[in-house]
């Protein structure tokens, strides 16, 4: 293919990967993807993987794709659960592993500067060996990059005391699909018209390639304390996790387990029907004792009834294992898990619409929710289902079955349809009916004004038209 030799001629050949066994693995961890291979679909394979190592190489990439008018298609590691990565046979896939370097660390402005393609763990690795934290922790921290947590606008399991990533970054460098590279300031804020960082989170490919992220950093946490709560019910929990955030205080983590979450999660300390509400209070040790103290009172004030911390510490010590998705898809189950958002008003309406329409599908296995990160005005919902169909065929239909009714119950009741995990190709369809016909004209305005050719990463976020 003509942009492979461009690549080849531009990069060098040790660069352009052209091996099926190194084009394979280059998708992200969408069900559906998975679930394809499972069940023996050819995987789609692009026309060569990238492997650039400096944003000037990238620039040559961009600028490759761009004269060919071949699709190009960023990927950090591939944790995505979306379908943001899924490319076609002409497409080039840009891995960004080789951008896996710490530039900066300034210790007296608290700021980091990593490339791209670093491992989010590795990043943290390296500034707490500076007595520092990033403090973002999504459960695919070990398996997810810095470039890619912008991309698709993140959250991590603290994210109450230290932030979504959009309160972390303070700059970004991104590779512009005319191959020009932007470079934003550095600052802590800025009235310098809308913010072009802003543009860049959650763009999901679509609008460049980022190559470098700034991030304000903390002082590692001086002392941690965790505590352990049961709600007599789902609704009673998100009443104490509401009183307490809009009290003012941020424990780093206050996570409502509903009783099928709880049970699933925590089998040892669920009780009953009960909702188990678990808090992590970290930062200076005087605020953690005075938080700890004011939250508690604050749950009890709610109802809530002391359980065993020992829940909270055996969560934080297994929050990130998960199930394996090809072994529950060979064995017939169809899992997955939906982030949403809202106001105070909606978060016990969309979790009840949530257990009537998923929870009345048919061969249901599993349909539980948690809240996770609190705001003053809202909270998320994320919520998990699984079902086993009778024939794998029915499989993907029985999927699609649960995604339909929540999104449009959600809609519905006026939540919003993703709180962290993105678009890709799985929201695509509703995208119209969340941000309107106006909202989706200017996405789809933007990317043409910034990538005419609508070369970076087609079909993912917003449509042609
Ligand atoms: C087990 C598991 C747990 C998870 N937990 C969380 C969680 O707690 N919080 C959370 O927010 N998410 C979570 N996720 C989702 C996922 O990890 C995040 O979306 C993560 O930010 C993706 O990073 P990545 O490097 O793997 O990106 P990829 O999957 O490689 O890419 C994601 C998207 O971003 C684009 N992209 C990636 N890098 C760049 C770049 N440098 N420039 C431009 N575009 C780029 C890709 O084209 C794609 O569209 C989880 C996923 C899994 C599988």
């Not at 997955?336 to 009537?356: C, E, G, H, N, Q």
Request: one cysteine or more; aromatic letters at 6%; proline letters at 6%.
């Amino acid at each position: 293919m003509p942009v492979v030799d461009a690549l080849r001629a531009r990069l060098g050949p040790d660069r352009v990967l052209v091996a099926e066994a190194a084009r394979g693995p280059h998708r992200d961890s969408w069900v559906m993807s998975i679930l394809e291979e499972v069940h023996g679909a050819a995987p789609s394979l692009p026309a060569c993987v990238v492997r650039p190592q400096t944003t000037a190489e990238v620039v040559e990439v961009v600028k490759a794709c761009g004269a060919h008018g071949a699709p190009l298609v960023p990927f950090g590691l591939g944790s995505g659960v979306c379908g943001g990565i899924r490319p076609s046979a002409e497409s080039v896939v840009l891995d960004l592993g080789g951008l896996h370097r710490v530039r900066t660390i300034d210790v007296a402005n608290l700021t980091a500067t990593f490339e791209a393609g670093m491992r989010g763990s590795e990043a943290e690795a390296a500034v707490n060996r500076a007595g520092l934290t990033i403090g973002h922790f999504p459960q695919s921290h070990e398996v997810s990059s810095v470039g890619g947590w912008v991309a698709t606008r993140s959250s991590g399991q603290l994210s109450n005391r230290y932030g979504n990533i959009e309160d972390l970054i303070l700059g970004l460098e991104v590779v512009l699909p005319s191959g020009e590279v932007l470079t934003t300031p550095v600052t802590p804020r800025a009235s310098i018209g809308p913010s072009l960082v802003e543009l860049f989170l959650g763009s999901e490919g679509t609008l460049g390639v980022i190559t470098a992220v700034v991030l304000s950093l903390h002082r590692a946490p001086e002392r941690r304390e965790v505590t352990a709560w049961y709600a007599r019910d789902f609704e009673a929990g998100v009443e104490a996790v509401r009183a307490i955030h809009q009290a003012g205080w941020s424990p780093a983590v206050s996570r409502l387990l509903d009783p099928g979450d709880a049970r699933r999660l925590l089998p040892t300390h669920a009780r009953g029907g009960q909702s188990l509400l678990l808090f992590v209070h970290e930062g200076p040790a005087r605020l953690v004792e005075v938080e700890l103290e004011a939250c508690s009172t604050l749950a009890r004030g709610a109802g809530c009834e002391p359980a065993p911390a020992e829940a909270t510490s055996t969560w934080l010590e297994h929050r990130n294992q998960v199930p394996s998705f090809p072994e529950l898809i060979r064995q017939g189950i169809v899992f997955d898990t939906i982030d949403l958002s809202s106001t105070w008003d909606k978060v016990v309406p969309l979790y009840r619409a949530f257990l009537a329409s998923v929870g009345s599908q048919a061969h249901l296995l599993l349909a539980s929710a948690h809240v996770s990160h609190a705001y003053r005005s809202g909270a998320n919902l994320y919520l998990t289902f699984a079902l086993r169909p009778p024939e794998p065929s029915a499989m993907r239909e029985a999927y699609w079955g649960c995604w339909r009714e929540v999104m449009a119950r959600t809609l519905e009741v006026g939540g919003c349809i993703s709180h962290h995990h993105g678009i890709g190709r799985v929201r695509l369809g509703w995208m119209e009916a969340q941000l309107g016909t106006a909202g989706v004209g200017v996405l789809r305005n933007l990317k043409t004004s910034l990538d005419p050719q609508w070369i970076m990463n087609p079909g993912v976020v917003v449509q042609r038209g």
